[in-house]
């Protein structure tokens, strides 16, 4: 009985201790998950995520959102947003250049001449050359076009110029 009441006396201790412990660590609050516009108001919390993701194109961006008209204006801003955060500053306007003279930023873009397919216009075989499976995703068609032109011509630029000069990349 006595070794229970030490070990029930020092959980108790030790449980303190540890919570007073854990008091003293200062609390950072958390990026807020879901932020309405003030007056909106939302009829479901899925909706009001889906609102909060199209509010900017930088938490569009972040948050890979999808969006009702993948050609919107607000679409287009938050894949250009999801670019820029993945290709080096000085590489972003070859990239824009040649998504503009492929696609449009598209991600439905369909070539009826080839199997051409997408923001980057990718080829059935591209597709497979970086480890992708053909998508209507536009942020995987970006990540898969940006790993093909680093695979291809080792940056951007490069495949802009080789765009310029040939008609195709």
Not at 76 to 92: C, F, H, R, S, T
Not at 116 to 136: M, P
Request: hydrophobic share 35%; aromatic share 12%.
């Amino acid at each position: 009985m006595k070794k229970v009441l030490l070990a029930l006396m020092a959980f108790i201790i030790i449980g303190t201790y540890i919570n007073r412990l854990d008091r003293s660590y200062t609390l950072y609050p958390a990026e807020p998950l879901v932020v309405v516009p003030e007056g909106q108001t939302t009829s479901s919390v899925l909706g009001a995520v889906q609102a909060a993701r199209e509010a900017s194109s930088q938490t569009a961006a972040r948050t890979k959102a999808r969006f009702e008209n993948p050609k919107s204006d607000l679409a287009i801003a938050a894949y250009q947003e999801y670019l820029k955060n993945i290709v080096p500053d000085n590489e972003e306007s070859c990239y824009f250049n040649i998504i503009e003279k492929e696609s449009h930023w598209n991600p439905h873009a369909d070539n009826p001449r080839s199997t051409a397919y997408g923001i980057g216009q990718f080829l059935n075989s591209t597709w497979s050359l970086v480890d992708h499976e053909k998508t209507k995703n536009p942020y995987t068609q970006i990540d898969a076009m940006v790993k093909y032109v680093k695979l291809i011509y080792g940056d951007g630029c490069s495949a802009w110029q080789f765009r310029s000069q040939r008609g195709w990349y």
